[in-house]
């Protein structure tokens, strides 16, 4: 083992003086022998790691592209929320279950009993943009924000959160991963 440390200490004070303009002629020679020495060593852990990574990259199917044109015929009554019109744009089904994104119309005007429910959902991911109108939400530890046009928001896996009021034009962009998760309603 004293040789490792020794040998790795070697090699770092030679990296030091090659780049500190330090040592001159054969000393130069030695830095850089053991300076790519070192870079390839610790290349090799790299390598291993890109490779392991491409093992769990190439183990998930292939995505496909996913195009989505505006079509109202395209708005559907068949997602989580029964006040709600869900546009898929595709990408559940080109990313085989990775991500989900649609473009979600609340129905209004908006009916507190029925929308202001606290609940979470169990993602690793969940991005809302408002596309048109306005939303005022509810999320634990932030509090109420109105959130209008232009206006994005993440929220964290399984943070408690609920909507608390909408303008009856609003449009949401929302994209989450996955694109199978469940929804657990909480008790206010």
């Excluded at 790691?49 to 505006?70: C, D, L, Y």
Aim: some cysteine; proline content about 3%.
């Amino acid at each position: 083992m004293a040789k490792k440390t020794t040998s790795r200490s070697a090699a770092k004070t030679a990296v030091r003086k090659k780049w500190s303009g330090l040592g001159a002629g054969a000393k130069k020679t030695s830095a850089k022998s053991s300076a790519r020495k070192t870079i390839k060593s610790k290349g090799r852990v790299s390598a291993a790691k890109k490779s392991a990574a491409k093992a769990a990259t190439k183990a998930r199917p292939k995505q496909r592209v996913a195009i989505s044109h505006h079509r109202e015929e395209d708005f559907k009554a068949d997602g989580l929320r029964a006040y709600a019109k869900y546009r898929d744009l595709g990408i559940a089904a080109a990313s085989h279950g990775l991500a989900q994104a649609h473009v979600i119309r609340l129905q209004g005007p908006c009916n507190p009993d029925e929308v202001s429910k606290l609940h979470f959902h169990d993602v690793d991911f969940q991005m809302v943009y408002v596309l048109k109108g306005w939303v005022k939400t509810y999320m634990e530890g932030e509090g109420e924000t109105l959130m209008q046009q232009g206006s994005a928001w993440t929220q964290p896996p399984r943070i408690r959160h609920m909507i608390l009021d909408y303008s009856d034009d609003v449009e949401l962009l929302e994209v989450i991963l996955p694109a199978e998760f469940k929804t657990v309603e909480l008790k206010a």
